[in-house]
């Protein structure tokens, strides 16, 4: 496999892993590039690289831009913007927690506050409803503070402590 064969194999993967960090294909593939490229890359080079339109390719590193995964500058001279990605994976997995925590984790916290000061019958059901409810609470709590720590933290203090949990 030589080296285009083996950026575009890495950059489809990374594509559908995307998906599982909430992004879509195409915005996780043009993360992949940039993150590849040694150098920063215009909309143009984006869109002829991955064969996708400029709306698609703009949509999504503004995207990329606002989840702070992809940086824009501008060269002395030169009209067109370039965009390069963050290339610390530390830096990149704390940003898509904090991102993913923003999305999902305050949301779902909300809701649970409310519901919590609900007035909730003293039923078989009502019981049930504020014990899973409770339940949940604690383990998102738990998550969310994992997470709050990790983002605070540098990936040596992250990568011991996550290796005395495993042991």
Excluded: C
């Excluded at 993360?31 to 339109?53: C, R």
């Amino acid at each position: 496999m030589n080296l285009e064969e083996a950026k575009y194999k890495f950059i489809q993967e990374w594509g559908v892993l995307g998906s599982t960090w909430g992004i879509n294909r195409a915005m996780a593939q043009i993360h992949a590039f940039l993150m590849l490229s040694p150098e920063s890359k215009t909309t143009d080079e984006v869109m002829e690289a991955l064969k996708i339109s400029r709306g698609n390719a703009n949509m999504n590193m503004r995207a990329l831009i606002d989840w702070g995964l992809v940086y824009k500058e501008y060269k002395p001279g030169e009209r067109k913007e370039y965009f390069y990605a963050e290339k610390d994976l530390w830096n990149v997995m704390k940003q898509i927690a904090k991102e993913r925590r923003k999305r999902e984790i305050v949301p779902i916290r909300e809701v649970l506050k409310e519901v919590s000061i609900a007035e909730i019958e003293n039923t078989a059901e009502g019981k049930e409803f504020k014990k899973v409810t409770k339940d949940i609470d604690a383990i998102i709590s738990k998550f969310d503070g994992l997470i709050e720590m990790a983002s605070k933290s540098d990936k040596n203090w992250f990568l011991k402590a996550l290796t005395k949990l495993i042991k």
